[in-house]
């Protein structure tokens, strides 16, 4: 274990240098998805305890992102829970990108489910740097979480992203009954895929799930993982986010020097994250410079 570590640090180090990227997302459109994910407290299919409810006013999603940006966000991220936006919804996203963008200093990305090439090209036009479209799991184990939507149009989603010339935030979800094997396939794959960002989330099981009784990975099995995939993913920006809290527990500075070299601060989509007072005090503990720009 603290051979492996020190090798996903060595990796990181040369790969990507030293610091750590923080960005916040907001859920600006929360529940009644026509999707069955059966990691999700916000599809349509199953009886959870989440407060559904339309897209945010513009106002409110201006002062969330103008809260992260005090906090030492780079970057804001608008989710919207869907297969993919409306045209009304996406107009009204637009409209509050640009809103970010004349109000704040911050990096605006988007999720929005998958995407036309007509809609992931005016993305790019408004100045959406990123979007994220997670692949969840590997192609093998994909059938076992989904079956109204397949890893194909998933896939087909990333890859029009990059076509527009936006920023690719591409990972998964670790922890849903996939083998050891699977989760190593899931890293090669998203090798070939190519992202910019690899967000890495831990199944937190959510009530009214299918996968509410699915036992969490253990934190030093997660910390191995985050370093398996930092040897794997040399150069890509592998995120720690949703789970990381519930599932790294106090490990979650081993994650950082174990391959991690960017976080999600504040709240996650429906579940709370740690205060970012806690995160940033343990950022300065740990001697870690906070990092904006991802070219250096």
Known sequence: MPDLLSLARKVTLKYRGDGVFLRSIISAQTGNCPEDCSFCSQSA???TEIQAHPLMAAER??????QAERMGAMDFCIVISARGPTPRIFSKVLEVVDLLLRETNLKVGCSLGDLTEEQAFTLKDHGVWRYNHNLETCRSYFPNICTTHTYDDRLKTALLVKKAGM???????LGMGESMEQ????????????????PINFLNPRPGTPFADRPMIHP???????????LILPDKILMTAGGREVTLRDLQAMGLM?????????NYLTT????????LRM????????RTDINN
Do not use: Y
């Open 45 to 47: 299919h199953f009886d």
């Open 61 to 66: 999603i201006l002062k969330a992102a103008q």
């Open 167 to 173: 920023h690719l935030c591409c990972g998964g979800i």
């Open 183 to 198: 989760r190593l396939l899931l890293a090669f794959e998203l090798r070939e895929l190519n992202p910019t960002w690899v």
């Open 220 to 230: 030093f099995d997660a910390v191995k993982t985050i370093s398996i995939f930092r």
């Open 258 to 266: 174990a391959g991690a070299n960017a976080m999600i601060l504040g």
């Open 272 to 279: 709370p994250g740690r205060s970012p007072e806690e995160d």
């Open 283 to 290: 950022l300065d503990d740990l001697e870690l410079p906070i």
